[in-house]
């Protein structure tokens, strides 16, 4: 069990240009979630990753944002054309096969600055 | 939909005094509730997890939480704190039967003082 791995772990960025992220999940795994977390709060779901298939898209804050799952392995979120507001970290998780009753393992996450 | 309250967002406490963090969900079916700490610019670290049986649950690091369905509560607690446990904790729920996108608090801000 390596964990969970995301790349990079700090982004700095000028508003407007397009930042993408990477998440490795633990190998077994086949949920994979993306999260934002801004100050004082818990983590905000942005969407989920079964394999390949993404279950939960509508929740993703704006067209703006995207993500993807290729091969059921790794997965990318990418936000075009970044905002001031779009400052936080990032979190990704992963949890095994079975039920809604397994835990998910976090990643250190990735933390956008927005200039 | 299901709901996660965390009462208190900070708790300030000097060093081997007891804490409890409280937690309270709203739901209308069966919960498996969950208790994560996150350390500064890190990601969340699983507690401890409450899916059945006994409703005392024990987790790392000398935390452990009781379930009470008649009051919808998952209270953290921990008779004597270090300084090492300063930290975000935060509660979740998922329903049985539903989906596997977990509901998380807001967090409690726990401060340990010498």
């Known amino acids: 069990d390596t964990g969970v791995s995301q790349d990079p772990r700090h982004k700095i960025t000028k508003r407007g240009q397009n930042v993408t992220f990477r998440c490795d999940p633990i190998?077994?795994?086949?949920?994979l979630y993306w999260y934002r977390q801004t100050l004082g709060q818990g983590p905000e779901f942005l969407t989920y990753f079964q394999n390949e298939a993404q279950l939960e898209k509508s929740r993703l804050l704006s067209d703006r944002f995207s993500a993807e799952r290729p091969k059921g392995s790794f997965s990318t979120l990418e936000i075009q054309r970044t905002e001031q507001g779009d400052s936080a970290m990032y979190l990704c998780a992963s949890s095994g096969t079975g039920g809604v009753n397994q835990p998910q393992h976090f990643g250190d996450g990735t933390r956008l600055s927005i200039l | 939909a299901q709901s996660v309250t965390q009462l208190d967002s900070q708790v300030p406490v000097f060093e081997e005094a007891p804490v409890e963090l409280r937690c309270n969900y709203s739901?209308?079916?069966?919960?498996?509730l969950f208790w994560y700490v996150q350390y500064p610019n890190q990601g969340l670290q699983l507690l401890l997890k409450y899916l059945s049986g006994s409703t005392l649950v024990k987790g790392i690091n000398g935390f452990e939480a009781e379930f009470n369905k008649s009051q919808t509560s998952f209270h953290l607690r921990k008779p004597s704190v270090h300084i090492s446990d300063t930290a975000e904790y935060f509660c979740a729920v998922t329903l049985s039967g539903g989906s596997y996108i977990p509901t998380f608090g807001r967090g409690t801000s726990l401060i340990v003082h010498p």
């Open positions: 739901s209308s079916v069966s919960v498996y």
């Open positions: 190998s077994e795994h086949n949920r």
